[in-house]
């Protein structure tokens, strides 16, 4: 599933085309993914112009001057598309510009979604409105208060969007390895001192992976077609039964349906 880092990547990318630029049409060419696609959606963003490009979460946010905002999620398999020069079978969702170029949203797995929300009711959209704070410059000693009384595993916690939004299985076992922290640990176990090493290694991994284009698994591909790298840098995540760096052996166990990897050695 796409997270954060392939996000972000999405949206920069596709801000590359469509930012400043007025839909000249759009094209629904099925009428649902996940869910249903609004009815008026080609009517609120033909001829409007797009006025920013930004994430919250999962979510990629198209603004234009009408005041409505375009989310997308790209489910488990999605991925837009710059100026294909065919359609595919899975491009389920066309926007073309006035300079003429277009963007296809592709979901062969259909668990994607598309949403037109007024921008000024962003915050009080039901998905929206019982997110945690984003990853990026999140404060310790807020984020202990947040794990204060809870049992459940550190890990577990860290994939709740109500604490963290954004956060996804991958990078939170990339960020816990770097942090020294045992993924089995309980929440409220985890010391002041040790949520100080974990909130950074938290942005220097999302940091290091957006900067890598995202992680490149099954289907995920950024919008000029690029792979992301950041797969080749993983230092447990996938790694089961390779040798860690401090001479100990990557586990894998599961946790909440999840494989979680993580050296026994020096996570503790």
Known sequence: MPELPEVETTVRGLARVLDG????????????????????????????????LHRRAKYGLIDTDRGDTLVFHLGMSGHWRVDPGELAK??????????????ALNDARRFGSLDLVRTDE???????????????????????RRLTGRS???????????????????????????????????GRSVSLERLRRLVPAIEAVLDEAIA?????????????????????????YDREGK??????????????????????????
């Open 21 to 52: 630029r007025r839909i000249a049409s759009v094209e629904a060419r099925r009428p649902d993914l996940r869910r249903a696609m609004p009815v008026d959606l080609g009517q609120r963003l033909t001829g409007s112009r797009v006025t920013g």
């Open 90 to 103: 899975h491009d389920h969702f066309l926007i073309a510009t006035d300079e003429g170029r277009r963007v």
């Open 122 to 144: 962003l915050a009080q959209w039901p998905p929206f409105k019982a997110l945690g704070p984003e990853p990026f410059g999140i404060d310790p000693r807020d984020l202990k």
């Open 152 to 186: 459940a595993a550190i890990k577990l916690l860290l994939l709740d969007q109500t604490i963290i939004a954004g956060l996804g299985n991958i990078y939170v076992c990339e960020a816990l390895y770097r942090a020294g922290i045992h993924p089995r640990r309980a």
């Open 212 to 236: 890598a284009g995202g992680s490149t698994l099954r289907d995920f591909a950024s919008p000029d077609g690029e792979l992301g790298y950041f797969s080749k840098t993983f230092q447990v």
């Open 243 to 268: 040798a860690c760096a401090c001479g100990g052996t990557v586990k894998r166990i599961v946790q909440g349906g999840r494989s979680t990897f993580h050296c026994p050695r020096c996570q503790r």
